[in-house]
């Protein structure tokens, strides 16, 4: 009689991985906090009392009331009305920059690891850009190409690929010697399918837990260039310029800079704790009894 062999559905793996990961609480409670403000800024118009750019002169500079929850700036508007539109335009730029940077680093990754023609070349591309500082580069680019936010994402791509290129090129290195692949070199199989499906996919991991901590980075970085002055218009809310224009009212109206400036901190917080949770998941150096 022929022995039956079970196996484990795919459903059931992730649903005990997703239990591991939510053991440690810190990273609960952080995939909590950004599941909440992912969900204030998709239902912000919905939320929001007030629209974000509505003035009213006679209710300038009102503190937090049962009206005004986080109370109103220089021109009447409401803080809590602003505050989650402006989280709506930090996510995406934070969800944007990670995409266009996981697509030029894991590109510029790859060719350099697995090319040993281009590796000199690429390598040394990556290692000029990141010896600026990321703020002052990322200042220079926005200042050349002009602020809006499309530049601001582009510029913050161009930042932080090579973070991604840098450690795909270390695995690739790595990857591109065993022995699977050079079996599928052996075998005729065509150079892009081996990068594709051999190297490429070794490489979710490491690439999921540094897209969590660029996500921070950009959307700091966003309300660091709002703040300069070098981010979208001024009439579209943001952290970061909320913050600005209520420096001049410290010691008077403290909360137009205490509201947006938690809210970047929580948010920022809350990605690296779910990061430093995914790292210890899935790197098997790293990994934790949860």
């Known amino acids: 009689m022929a022995e039956i062999v079970t196996t484990k559905p795919a459903s059931s793996e992730g649903a005990k991985f997703f239990r591991r990961f939510l053991k440690r609480k ?9 599941i909440i403000f992912v ?9 929001a ?20 929850w986080f109370g ?26 990670v995409t266009l940077s996981a697509i030029i680093g894991v590109t510029l990754g790859l060719l350099a690891g697995f090319f040993q023609r281009l590796d000199t070349p690429i ?6 850009m990141m010896a600026f500082p990321d703020i002052l580069l990322a200042i220079a680019l926005v200042a050349a190409l002009g602020p809006s936010l499309v530049t601001v994402i582009i510029a913050l791509s161009i930042v932080y690929s090579p973070r991604l290129a840098r450690i ?8 591109r010697e065993l022995p699977y692949v050079e079996a599928a070199k052996a075998l005729g199989i065509s150079t892009f399918h081996i990068m594709t499906r051999h190297v490429l996919r070794n490489l979710i991991s490491p690439i999921l837990v540094q897209g969590t901590f660029l996500f921070a980075s950009a959307m700091l970085a966003e309300a660091g260039l709002s703040f300069l002055g070098l981010g979208v218009s001024p009439e579209i809310p ?13 010691g008077q109206a403290d909360w137009m800079t205490y509201f947006p400036g938690f809210a970047i901190i929580l948010s920022v917080l809350s990605l690296q704790m779910v990061g430093d949770g995914l790292r210890d998941m899935l790197d098997p150096r790293l990994r934790k009894d949860l």
């Open 39 to 47: 969900l204030l800024a998709v239902l912000a118009p919905w939320i």
């Open 238 to 250: 943001t952290w970061g310029t909320m913050i600005a224009s209520g420096r001049q009212y410290i």
């Open 49 to 68: 009392p007030y629209s974000p750019s509505k003035l009213s002169i006679v209710n300038r500079l009102k503190p937090p009331s049962e009206i005004y």
């Open 123 to 128: 390598a040394r591309l990556i290692d000029a």
């Open 26 to 34: 810190t990273v609960a409670l952080g995939l909590v906090v950004i």
């Open 72 to 97: 109103t700036d220089e021109f009447g508007r409401d803080i809590f009305s602003r505050t989650i539109f402006a989280g709506r335009l930090s996510l995406l730029v934070g969800a944007a920059v």
């Open 168 to 175: 795909v090129r270390a695995s690739t290195l790595v990857i």
